[in-house]
Structure formats: structure tokens, C-alpha cells
């Protein structure tokens, strides 16, 4: 029982304190929203249409093997239910809500609940006692919603209860995900990369019964399927969440959560690029708002524990 008291300081103290290794931590995470910015195009240019979970499946699950592959091990005995609710929080359920949203909202509107996520763990943190977040810091976060808002903002905005309460429980769950990643850390002497292969695998297993109750589109798997599959699973499942559960230990929360606005400006500016959407001025501005939100709450300095 002694452990359990002593495992976060002792994940914490194994975290680099330097000023450039949180600024290299700090980059490599925010790759992780980028990443996620593609899944609106990729979901709605090359995955078969209706099949959420079945989406939310591939991307978990050879996510999660790839990564056992490279860092096996069971969690000890302590942690299994931990790494489960984790899983849970951070794929299981953040995974279908993250599809059933992409699939029956436009990827602005989606983006418009997800950048309450920053506030949403700062309330949550508040709440419960784990930390202290600067009014500054709040203030970003205010900013980088209000430019998602104004990035996203249309005249033909198609508002559909069940995509908007999907997006509002992924944020949610995600945003609990986040502030327990960075609770609890990960067991003494295990490489975090089996404490993501894990949450990858129990997120898929928690998604996989929902296929035949939720899929009803067709089963074509064509190249561009595969391609789309693969880069889900691989590029935005393995590789994103490795770098981003790294950086949810090292970084405050609301740190953190703020790189997640990066998503949805990724998700804009490809609109604009590969899909020809026009960007109006208003538009154009809230996307330099955004970006700026995202980026002061960077540099605010760290309190101490």
C-alpha cells in the first residue's frame, strides 16, 4: 500500500525539469492534435460511411499491439484497474463520441465543444484540490475558445442533438482522461509506452461490442479505406498518443488541454487547403486568435506542487 502514496511523486521526479526539455515535451505533444486535426478529412474523404466504431476499433486496437510489440508487459496488479479506467476515459468512450461526431456534425461544430476541453479541466482540477491554475492562464483558454469559435463560424452550420452530445461527452471523458493521466502517471520502473499500449487495447475491447449495434453503413474495404485505417491506427493511434500521454505526465493540465485547440485550426486550415473551403476574414482572424490562446498558455510559469 506504501507504493500507491509514493508512485506520482516518484513519476514525477523521473520527469526532465529543464527549461528545453519542457519546451521539447511541449512540442512533440502538440504533434499529437495535429495529427488528430486529419481524422475530420480522413474520416469524411476515406472511410466507409455510418461505421463509427468500426473506425474507433482500428484505430485502437493495432494501435495498441504496435506499441506492446515495442514495450511488453502486463501492468502490475496495483495499476490494472487504473490503466482500465484510463482506457476507458481516453479511448473507449472518447473514441465513438470523437466518430459519432465527425460522422453526423461538421468538423467546426465538433471543434467548438472540444475547445471547452482547457476550461473543462481546469474547473475539474479546481474542484477536486489536484492544482491551482493562474487567472492568465484561464484567460488563454477563454481566448483559444472564442478563436475556434470564430474559425469555425457558418452561415450553413447543420446542428444534430446527438453529434453535439457526442462531442460534449468526448470532450467530457477526455478531459477527466487528462487530469487522471497526470494524477496517477504511470507504475515505477514500466516504460509509459505499455501504460498507452494498454488503454489503446481495453479502448478497443470497451468499443468492439458496439459495432453491430451502432455500425449500419456498408463494409467496403477499398484502398482508400485501408489507407484511411492506417494512418488512424499508426500516424494518429500510436505514434499520437505515445507523445501525448508523455507530455500529459510532464505538463500541467491546462497546458496540456490547451495544445488540443491545435486540432481543430488543423482541421480548418485542411478544409481550406485540400477541400477548397473558403476562409473568410472573420474566420482568418479567430484562426490567428486561436493559435495565440494556444500558445501564450504555454509560457506561464510553473507552479510548484
Known amino acids: 500500500m506504501r507504493a500507491s502514496h509514493t508512485d ?12 528545453s526539455s519542457i519546451l521539447g515535451i511541449t512540442a512533440a505533444a502538440a504533434l499529437a492534435p495535429i495529427v488528430w486535426g486529419t481524422t475530420y478529412l480522413v474520416t469524411s474523404e476515406l472511410l466507409p460511411p455510418d461505421r463509427p466504431m468500426t473506425a474507433g476499433v482500428l484505430r485502437a486496437v493495432p494501435a495498441g499491439l504496435l506499441l506492446l510489440l515495442i514495450s511488453p508487459g502486463i501492468p502490475g496488479r496495483g495499476w490494472r484497474l487504473k490503466t482500465a479506467v484510463l482506457g476507458v476515459l481516453n479511448i473507449g468512450l472518447f473514441f465513438p463520441m470523437l466518430f459519432v461526431a465527425a460522422y453526423r ?12 476541453q482547457p476550461l473543462v479541466i481546469i474547473a475539474m482540477s479546481t474542484a477536486l484540490g489536484w492544482g491551482r491554475t493562474r487567472p492568465v492562464q484561464i484567460g488563454w483558454a477563454l481566448v483559444a475558445a472564442v478563436g475556434v469559435a470564430l474559425t469555425t463560424i457558418s452561415s450553413t452550420v447543420r446542428l444534430d442533438a446527438i453529434g ?17 493521466t497526470k494524477r496517477w502517471g504511470v507504475p515505477p520502473n514500466t516504460n509509459p509506452l505499455n501504460s498507452t499500449a494498454w488503454q489503446l487495447l481495453v479502448g478497443g475491447m470497451v468499443i468492439f461490442p458496439l459495432i453491430p449495434i451502432v455500425d449500419d453503413g456498408p463494409w467496403a474495404i477499398d484502398a482508400e479505406a485501408v489507407l484511411g485505417y492506417a494512418w488512424l491506427s499508426v500516424i494518429g493511434g500510436a505514434m499520437a498518443y505515445a507523445l501525448w500521454f508523455r507530455g500529459a505526465r510532464a ?12 486540432s ?19 474566420q482568418c482572424a479567430g484562426f490567428g486568435v486561436a493559435l495565440i490562446g494556444s500558445t501564450a498558455g504555454q509560457f506561464m510559469p510553473r507552479n510548484t506542487r
Open 264 to 282: 481543430p485550426l488543423t482541421a480548418a486550415a485542411l478544409g481550406w487547403i485540400v477541400l477548397g473551403q473558403n476562409m473568410t476574414a472573420l
Open 8 to 19: 506520482a511523486d516518484s513519476t514525477h521526479a523521473r520527469e526532465p525539469r529543464g527549461a
Open 251 to 262: 505538463l500541467p493540465s491546462a497546458s496540456i488541454s490547451l495544445l488540443g485547440v491545435l
Open 164 to 180: 453535439l452530445a457526442a462531442a460534449a461527452i468526448g470532450t467530457a471523458s477526455m478531459a477527466t482522461g487528462i487530469v487522471l
Open 105 to 116: 456534425l461538421p468538423g467546426g461544430t465538433a471543434a467548438v465543444v472540444g475547445s471547452a
